[in-house]
């Protein structure tokens, strides 16, 4: 089966009309060391960290007794430093994007070159992915409600119907950014110098970390910017060991990465997995606003408490079927394409 699924990143090529001449130089081009560039992007965490902590601990001075506060400061320092750490990350992209020699924008994971219609294939794997998220997330939604894990918040029926549509873009927004960035462009560029499942595990773990490494609400403690810069790192840090069954939500955030990679290898494309995380996204934010975790019962780590299931063994059974049902179609997809050994190409 592996043998199978790492052979499909190597038949469709990421330029649909690169020619036979175009592809051999390719192919004799320098294969960049992918344990270097993982290396890399793991050890500038904490320094880009702390030029967004500095450059958020100076915006704070300046901004604090004036108008412009209750804008960046609003939802603590923690958020306006991760808001920092992300303009500082985006210089760095396109130095990132060429150390793994990516292809530019027909690179993206938005183009299945085998699909007749990729305008018409994209809608219908949204669609298909959409409704898979919602029946994995919402069936144990479902489940938490039924066994009083969650307990419902009073809302009326106009503010659950504005929720609807408000988490359905929000839900949309977010996986078409995510998915194009770490599946469309840095997983699958990453598969070409590995293979499919070492890269679907790393990128995997590296974005289930980044989930719970936050900087604290109140960071800016001190009168100097490089110690606020250096408190910064510490909370991120600290944040990780801090977080609430940590083990059981790394391992369904994980088996979340998993399955959206491997959503890239059947389709070789990014949109199966837009639904799919976009249905998790929604059903998160829907099942967060209409309720809260009874903190009165017992915790059960069979069910959980949590609007995104991830404090629960069931979400890893449901994640776990999501997975194998991929992967065992994956091989039928190949079998049945029965493409050729001659033909160039990566997912």
């Known amino acids: 089966?592996?043998?199978?699924?790492?052979?499909?990143?190597?038949?469709?090529?990421?330029?649909?009309?690169?020619?036979?001449?175009?592809?051999?130089?390719?192919?004799?081009?320098?294969?960049?060391?992918?344990?270097?560039?993982?290396?890399?992007?793991?050890?500038?965490?904490?320094?880009?960290?702390f030029l967004g902590s500095v450059t958020a601990s100076i915006i704070s001075q300046y901004v604090t007794g004036t108008d412009l506060e209750n804008f960046f400061l609003r939802k603590g320092d923690g958020k306006l430093i991760r808001r920092t750490t992300m303009l500082w990350v985006l210089p760095f992209i396109p130095l990132l994007f060429k150390s793994l020699q990516w292809q530019g924008r027909a690179d993206t994971g938005w183009i299945d070159?085998?699909?007749?219609?990729?305008?018409?294939?994209?809608?219908?794997?949204?669609?298909?992915?959409?409704?898979?998220?919602?029946?994995?997330?919402?069936?144990?939604?479902?489940?938490?409600?039924?066994?009083?894990c969650r307990i419902s918040k009073d809302r009326t029926n106009g503010e659950i119907l504005f929720r609807i549509f408000k988490a359905l873009s929000s839900g949309i927004a977010v996986a078409l950014l995510e998915e194009t960035l770490l599946r469309g462009m840095i997983f699958r560029s990453l598969a070409r110098i590995w293979s499919a499942w070492p890269a679907a595990l790393y990128i995997s773990l590296l974005t289930a970390l980044l989930h719970f490494m936050m900087p604290a609400r109140e960071t800016f403690i001190y009168d100097s910017h490089w110690a606020n810069g250096l408190e910064g790192v510490r909370t991120w840090a600290a944040s990780l060991m801090q977080t609430d069954y940590l083990w059981i939500r790394c391992l369904n955030i994980t088996l979340m990465g998993l399955v959206l990679s491997a959503t890239v290898i059947l389709t070789r494309s990014i949109w199966l997995g837009?639904?799919?995380?976009?249905?998790?996204?929604?059903?998160?934010?829907?099942?967060?606003?209409?309720?809260?975790?009874?903190h009165e019962k017992e915790y059960s780590m069979w069910i959980g408490q949590r609007s995104d299931a991830t404090d629960s063994f069931l979400c890893s059974f449901l994640l776990m079927a999501v997975l194998i049902g991929v992967m065992l179609f994956t091989k039928k997809d190949s079998q049945r394409n029965s493409i050729s050994d001659s033909t160039d190409g990566t997912i």
């Open 113 to 148: 070159p085998l699909a007749a219609d990729n305008k018409k294939a994209a809608l219908k794997r949204i669609g298909l992915g959409f409704v898979v998220g919602i029946l994995t997330l919402g069936c144990a939604a479902v489940l938490m409600n039924l066994f009083d």
């Open 1 to 49: 089966m592996t043998q199978l699924i790492d052979k499909s990143f190597q038949l469709v090529h990421f330029r649909n009309d690169m020619s036979q001449n175009e592809s051999q130089v390719i192919k004799e081009q320098s294969t960049p060391n992918g344990n270097i560039v993982a290396l890399i992007i793991v050890l500038s965490l904490p320094v880009l960290y």
């Open 274 to 294: 837009v639904g799919l995380h976009a249905g998790w996204v929604w059903v998160k934010s829907m099942n967060g606003y209409i309720g809260k975790g009874n």
